[in-house]
């Protein structure tokens, strides 16, 4: 069966994200004041051939975990549909 | 009232992605040769202030035109939620 994923990374709460505080402080220049605390992470998708939505989630969490995250300062969420 | 947005801003479909393809072609070295067709793009999340519902998809819209997409390589999509 095949598969999509659809997954979003982003830098950790705790941590300064300095792109998305530049772009926060921007938004008054364009007359957005009312936008704030901005945040920029990833957004990725993915096609991928599995037996069942187990496990393809399964793969899903594994290429986060080895080569799409970096967990020491960025979280991961994923969905997995059949396509 | 406050809101809380989510935007994906992926390539056009039309256009290569190089860093995805660079992604698709490593997960056979990591033992997920199932994933493929790997697109990158950036998630944002922010705060805004709004009257209602309407508004501030108006406003998140507007930011995403005229800071946040450039909309001769990228698409957008967000949602709003109350916050």
Same mark, same amino acid.
């Given at each position: 069966?095949?598969?999509?994923?659809?997954?979003?990374?982003?830098? #950790? %709460? *705790?941590?300064?994200?300095?792109?998305?505080? /530049?772009?926060?402080?921007?938004?008054?220049?364009?007359? +957005? $004041?009312?936008?704030?605390?901005?945040?920029?992470?990833?957004?990725?998708?993915?096609? #991928? %051939? *599995?037996?069942?939505?187990?496990?393809?989630? /399964?793969?899903?969490?594994?290429?986060?975990?080895?080569? +799409? $995250?970096?967990?020491?300062?960025?979280?991961?969420?994923?969905?997995?549909?059949?396509?």
């Amino acid at each position: 069966m095949k598969f999509r994923a659809e997954i979003d990374i982003m830098p #950790l %709460e *705790a941590l300064l994200d300095p792109q998305g505080k /530049a772009v926060s402080n921007n938004m008054k220049n364009i007359g +957005l $004041a009312e936008i704030s605390n901005v945040r920029i992470g990833k957004h990725i998708t993915l096609a #991928l %051939e *599995a037996a069942d939505k187990a496990t393809a989630e /399964a793969k899903v969490k594994e290429a986060c975990e080895k080569l +799409l $995250a970096n967990q020491i300062m960025e979280y991961f969420s994923f969905k997995v549909e059949e396509a």
